[in-house]
């Protein structure tokens, strides 16, 4: 009985964790104790949930418990040792020296020894399940929401697409309806004119008919004195209309009609054919599954490097461009740029000629005071002199502010301040379809700064703003 009291003791002082007795044994406040290792473990793998909770109970703490060692349960751990560690319970020897005879000369272990070592061993592979099992489970939760994301985007394009293409043909109806009125319209306005002509010029045969007829009768007049009396009565001509009047075109009247609308049609089809091309390949370029893993190393990082260009039409007339459109240099005068729609006339900022839509890496580096490595949509506003048009500072772009001593992160209209790592080299990460933008710090390895989480909706482009004189920034060529 002794011995079962003494068993009895080592089960209620062993830590849940290990499975073996307790270590600097602390308690937690719902009354479950542990070694001090083993909890601290447990609560720095939580650090980042910023909840804690207990392994037994599941009961969760907010902040992160403070440990302090349980006196009284140490003292009765050491007890323990001293009285009945070495020895194993009768009542859990199964296996006495007459069942292992044939055994005779191997080394042998009690058979709750060797249980203790392998009920840790199975707790250890329970936990693991457990933690897979939690996440398959949320994987598949995302996969589940990735379908209704997938049915609910499908139907919202087709039914914007019948839309669109019912806008179209409608368009075009109207269009048919629109040269068919003309034409007809146009049709009256030739037949009334040619046939009031017509009108005109058969009342002159009429009338020169009757004209031809008075002065054949005349000239049949035998009594010389009455023809001379009866002539100067015949009335005189009226002015005949001249036949250089009458434009005749056979066969040439609303011809150009149809070669107009056969042209249009040519480069409606030309148009057609070519956008639907760009539309199929868009269809299928879909992709249903997950985006990979961000990388985790430099040589993961430049599978995806990009290599960018500045946009001279966006170039702020301080900023001076040089070694193939990659570098930008705040200069102390204007430069001599035509106008240009696309130009920032207000911050000193410029675009690069690239839209980025897919998974892209690149690497900036700077000289200065303070530097701006941004990422934005086309209209972002470029003439505005206010900071709400500068990278970072409006809902169309997305920056790191970079100076001697400190980064910060602008996204949207809030902004995050940090230190450190500092580095003279910028590394972005850009994930378009997941929505994900990562500033890192590249040295001699790379520290993330930080990571935005969004929803882009339209293609974006990398930025540069140069706040100070001398200013520089280069998109590097990675290798």
Known sequence: MAQ??????????????????????????????????????????????????????????????VLEKNTILAALVEQLKKTGLQAAPADHCYAGPEDVDEHKGHETVPAAVERTEKQKELEVRRLNIQQRIQEREKDVKLLQQEVEAINGSADKAVEDSEKMFTELIRLIQKRSSDVKQQVRSQQETEVSRVKELQEKLEQEIAELKRKDGELEQLSHT???????????????????????????????????????????????????????????????????????????????????????????NTAHPW??????????????????????????????????????????????????????????????????????????????????????????????????????PWSYRVGVYLDHRAGILSFYSVSETMTLLHRVQTTFTQPLYAGLCLWEDGDTAEFIKVK
């Open 4 to 65: 079962k009291g003494v068993q009895l003791d080592r089960e209620t002082l062993s830590c849940s964790i290990c499975l073996d007795l307790l270590k600097d044994p602390v308690t937690t406040a719902c009354g479950h104790s542990y070694c001090m290792n083993c909890i601290k473990t447990h609560f720095d793998e939580e650090d980042r949930k910023e909840i804690h909770s207990c392994p037994q109970c599941r009961k969760t703490f907010t902040p992160r418990p």
């Open 222 to 312: 035998e009594d010389h004195n009455q023809f001379l009396h009866n002539y100067p009565s015949l009335s005189a001509l009226s002015e005949s209309t001249h036949s250089s009047s009458i434009n005749i075109r056979p066969l040439s009247y609303f011809e150009d009609v149809t070669a107009a609308v056969s042209e249009t049609r040519d480069k409606l089809q030309d148009i057609l054919r070519e956008e639907w091309t760009n539309i199929s390949l868009t269809v299928t370029e879909v992709d249903v599954l997950l985006s990979p893993p961000e990388p985790k190393t430099r040589a993961g990082f430049l599978k995806y490097s990009r290599e960018i260009t500045l946009d001279p």
């Open 319 to 420: 900023l001076l461009l040089s070694n193939g459109n990659r570098k930008a240099t705040r200069m102390k005068q204007p430069q001599h740029y035509a106008n240009h729609p696309d130009r920032f006339t207000g911050c000193k900022q410029v675009l690069s000629r690239e839209s980025l839509t897919e998974r892209c890496y690149w690497e900036v580096e700077w000289r200065g005071k303070e530097v701006y490595v941004a990422v934005a949509y086309k209209n972002i506003c470029r003439h505005s002199i206010s900071n709400a048009a500068g990278f970072g500072y409006n809902d169309n772009s997305w920056a790191l502010y970079c100076n001697i001593n400190k980064y910060n992160v602008w996204p949207l209209k809030g902004h995050i301040v940090f230190s450190g």
